[in-house]
């Protein structure tokens, strides 16, 4: 049963004996350069091009696709390595002035024959602008794939794929690490150019291309932050009676976000037409028209701090204020015209609101939903956005417990009709036991206002009230649940134009990869269907500790680390230790069958390390199995490239697979990896078989 455990440093065979190969050390940068970019490419694009805004997994998929078919591909000189500087320029010169572009955009409901103002060659243009970023992306990613695949080549398989999976995890830490320091992209991609540079220093073009980035992406301006979701960016309003700026508007990942305003009764006195404040003044007063004097109040999303300084203004005698995002907290604290950070009185918190909603056990006169809408998700290997789980009905419990007797909620968003607004009225009644009282507010952004507790009996004047209205159209709205949080979409589907960006690219990609799909064998589509399982269980184990921490960046690092931590044990152990698959398999099947029996929100009330441990562990478990599968069967195969290019290949179906959760919801991840997990057991079971009759052919024949 036990085998000889083996050192970091793989071997190279020549003449059949193994020698020390110092190349292992290449391996490790080639593996921590895909990761690196694999993370620096998502989150760049994704946030200055608002076409990925939403749709983050479509270029992971693409960087899976690339590196599978670059590690297949190995050595040597091929098109794209020739096309390298042209794909570097391109490539990281859009993302610095996709703003600028007039880019198509289709929107999430629109569908053929559908009632819009749009055209076809919109929907063309729109098609063709996102097919050709995702073969850009795959075009990087095949020469990073062949660096890779080139390290390879002559390697033992099990050594050579832990130094794989270390110089993986050393990848994304260290951009986890960048991005928790709220460094900008010149800083990420000097990095990245730097470590490429073994491979590009004698290719003078490769250089010329990586100096024009870095001189392009340098000067992005002193209003520009960079937090670990987004980019913002920040610029004073200067009232025409005043040379000093009395309001400062926010932008949040190129899109406005919030104006920062002085509503104090002695600037609005001398300045009582001031725009915008003269415009937001009636939006931030009205909470208090149903609460008059409220003791304790808690904002979620209290962003740069202009429900904080209401709550002040009103004389609440303690505020607590929530704001996922550190820069738009320190901006506010910085900024703000009123200073409503600097109070005795306001506590911060940097915390997802519902995270916040399951630790915090102050009561409440009135909870304030400032406007948590997010354009951004804090990770790829998700569907979910940052506010997905703030708007459900377990979400409006959670805070629904946090209300002293006769307490308020008031939840603010700027829409006014249709179906989010109804969806927002119906989970609030299923939350409250009681349908909440809506109002239109007419301010510099129009948007609804629900009014929950006891707060509902209170009568306001000179407000447009839409209760019956919504009331009406709440009849048929689908409540959103933990089980289904996605707020944006009218039914439970797949966005048409994800559909369409799905079968464009994946047609093109099975054209281009026709061949070597063509020579799939037992072992190979085993690794292949062992890829997507990981992928899939990536996107399970984001979505339910989401529920645990709330969907920060710091979900993401844990997911991911603890993941390839997993699968670098596990080989570890694969190599000392002779594996069962079938055994790992159904061990694995039957963790996926349980785990939605065991509810992480139970761990919410131990401390932070034992929570991030027993979470981290259990979310992790099925890796363990999933890994010691995959390292056993590499360990055999004659071609370790060939195996983690299928491993690869797998994730880009597990990344389609993924959107499946739009459909039946998010316990639906699991129940797809147990079928893909079967398949890949079947596959390696029908290969095991193929092996053995071979053998025995030999055998007889001999």
Known sequence: MFRSSYGFFAMKYTNGEPTPRPGTRKLFLASFLALYFELLVIRYISTEMPLFALMKNLPLIAS?????????????????????????????????????????????????????????????????????????????????????????????????????????????????????????????????????????????AETVAFAAVLAMTGFPGASTFWSPYSRIDIKPILPAESAMPTAFSLSYNHMWYQTMVDLSPDFMRQHPNAEPGRSVRDYYELPYGFVSKPQDVLVVGAGTGNDVAAALRHGARHVDAVEIDPVILGLGGRYHPEQPYTSNKVTTYVDDARSFFGESRRKYDLIVFGFLDSSALPTSFSSLRLDNYVYTQESFEAARKLLKPGGTLVLAFAVTRGYVANRLFATLAAAFDAEPRAFVTRTNVWGMVYIEGGGRSVQVPDVQEATAELRDGSLNAVVARDAWPFLYLERRSIPLPIVIVILTFGISAWIWQRHNIRQVSGETAECFFLGAGFLLLEAKAVTQLSLLFGSTWFVNAVVVSTFLLMALSANVLAAKFRINPSLCYAVLLLLLAVGPIVGYTDLSGLSTVAKVSLASVWAGLPVIFSGLIFSSRIDRMSSLASGLSANLLGAVLGGMLENVVLLVGTPAMGWVACFIFAAAWASGARGTRSVANANRELWEGA
Do not use: C, K
């Open 64 to 204: 899976f696709l690339g590196l599978g078919a670059g590690m297949l591909r190995g050595g040597g000189v091929s098109f794209l390595r020739r096309s390298f500087a042209l794909v570097i320029f391109v490539l990281f010169s859009l993302p610095r002035f996709g703003q600028f572009l007039r880019l198509p955009w289709v929107g999430w409901n629109y569908g053929v024959g559908s009632e819009s103002h749009l055209r076809v060659v919109s929907v063309l243009a729109f098609l063709g602008f996102m097919t050709a970023v995702l073969w850009l992306i795959v075009s990087f990613f095949f020469v990073l794939g062949s660096f890779v695949g080139e390290q390879l080549d002559g390697l033992a398989p099990l050594p050579a794929y832990g130094i794989n999976l270390a110089g993986s995890l050393a990848g994304v830490l260290v951009f986890t690490s960048l991005s928790f320091l709220r460094t900008p992209p010149v800083l990420w991609l000097t990095i990245g150019f730097l470590f490429l540079l073994p491979w590009s220093g004698r290719r003078w």
